[in-house]
């Protein structure tokens, strides 16, 4: 049985650092693409950033050279290190993977960003 698991969030203040994780079970993460949205309140859930099963990265635009996202295949856990963060990064963040046709999504963590 997939499951996903996301913990790691919080409140911190502007250019402060938070690392996201979330522990599967059910599947290995090596062996899929594996995907971090984020959505505000009154916003659409957005991709915030991809890894492929041959490492490749996908990074939004807003985030890029900011976050960074990464497998430990041994923890079978994906992360989300995410630095200089910003107001506007503040949003609910869920991991994602997607297996024959099913997309899987984790309950979310709350990230808030404030002064």
């Known amino acids: 049985q997939v499951k996903l698991v996301e913990s790691g969030g919080g409140l911190v203040r502007p250019g402060e650092s938070l690392r996201l994780s979330c522990a599967a079970s059910?599947?290995?993460?090596?062996?899929?693409?594996m995907q971090w949205y984020r959505q505000a309140p009154g916003k659409e859930r957005e991709l915030v950033a991809a890894v492929t099963r041959d490492e490749n990265t996908y990074y939004l635009d807003s985030v890029k050279g900011r976050f960074t996202i990464s497998t430990d295949n041994a923890e079978n856990t994906l992360y989300l290190q995410m630095n200089s963060l910003k107001p506007e990064d503040t949003a609910v963040y869920y991991c994602?993977?997607?297996?024959?046709?099913?997309?899987?999504w984790g309950q979310g963590t709350q990230v808030t960003v404030s002064s």
């Open positions: 059910g599947f290995a993460v090596s062996n899929y693409a």
């Open positions: 994602n993977v997607v297996q024959n046709f099913k997309i899987y």
